[in-house]
């Protein structure tokens, strides 16, 4: 089963966060039907996501968002998770899949591609606008990307491993997924520093220590001789999880027009709505679909919805619609 554990080390000057995701990761590459390079990009962006969670949040209501887009083929990758151990997640072109690099290693940079950003959006539930920030990507490979933002933005120094591993064959089984943070705190000392240092350089690959072991080992092997301490009585468990819904479903229909939904009823007999996070299709019938009349407001440049009655505002007057002309909403 999926699960978290953090930790502190060097006498609480080194906070561990771990996670093993090899379970909600082998669901979610299932869903998308993704490649084995996409896999390992989504795979390590979600369990990136988790961790980043439980480094950057307070409450429990509240949820991160993790993008990177760096112009490569995979058209970018996205995840979302919170601190009760949910996540999901998608790549734009999951069956994108690329050669190997010449040490044998997916090509994950490759995928992702370096002319971009990683932005993570911290957002605040029930009240408060979401906080985003963004750093330039250092590599596309999502680990050392994570590390440049909380470095850059947050100012802490951190050591970040993610992997996901297949198993041999074609049909791209997740044989071995997770990743650990692991951070220096206020107050660590210089030697306590180089240690843990040497024993991440010393490490290897994840992968191989969480489909040969466990992942408290994997824990102990990094802050060997920093005296790891649990601060998790119990593993947290990780789960994939969508928020997706019929209700959300339908609604997103709203934003086709009342003739375009009038072709889906009469040329499929309905429509067919997939979630882009998690892949779940959900079949509206010609009922349903109508119910969806209401007064609203669409551009009249690129027939865009600008409004519509009994929703929360889509866009305010004075705001550009996304081909550029002003918002106007009647008074």
């Known amino acids: 089963m999926a699960h978290l554990l953090r930790g502190l080390a060097a006498d609480g000057s080194v906070r561990v966060v771990a996670a093993d995701t090899t379970d909600l990761v ?190 408290l080992q994997a824990m102990e092997e990094l802050t060997w001789g920093l005296e790891l301490s649990l601060l998790t009585q119990d593993a947290l468990p990780l789960t994939f999880r969508c928020r997706c819904s019929e209700t959300k479903a339908v609604e997103a229909l709203a934003y086709f027009s009342e003739a375009e939904r009038e072709r889906m009823i009469a040329e499929e007999g309905g429509a067919e709505v997939v979630c882009h996070w998690c892949g779940e299709a959900r079949w509206v019938g010609p009922e349903r679909i109508r119910s969806l009349r209401r007064p609203e407001v669409r551009c009249p440049a690129c027939d865009a919805l600008w409004y519509r009655e009994g929703v929360t505002t889509m866009v305010r007057d004075g705001e550009r619609c996304a081909c550029g002309r002003p918002v106007e909403l009647p008074a």
């Open 26 to 215: 082998a669901e979610a590459l299932a869903r998308h039907e993704a490649s084995r390079t996409a896999g390992a990009a989504l795979g390590r962006t979600l369990t990136a996501a988790l961790l980043l969670g439980h480094v950057l949040l307070k409450r429990h209501q509240d949820r991160v968002t993790l993008k990177l887009d760096g112009g490569g083929p995979l058209g970018g990758v996205i995840a979302d998770a919170g601190l009760d151990g949910s996540v999901r997640g998608y790549v734009r072109e999951p069956q994108v899949e690329l050669p190997p690099r010449c040490d044998g290693k997916l090509d994950v940079g490759g995928g992702l591609g370096r002319d971009g950003d990683i932005e993570v959006i911290r957002s605040q539930a029930p009240y408060g606008d979401p906080y985003a920030s963004s750093v330039r990507l250092t590599s596309g490979e999502v680990a050392e990307d994570v590390a440049g933002f909380l470095l850059a933005s947050e100012q802490v120094a951190s050591a970040v491993l993610l992997g996901v591993a297949y198993e041999p064959g074609r049909d791209a089984r997740v044989h071995a997924a997770g990743g650990v943070v692991l951070q220096a705190l206020p107050g660590a000392e210089d030697g306590a520093l180089a240690l843990l240092e040497a024993n991440v350089r010393a490490f290897g690959q994840l992968t191989d220590r969480l489909g040969n072991g466990s992942l």
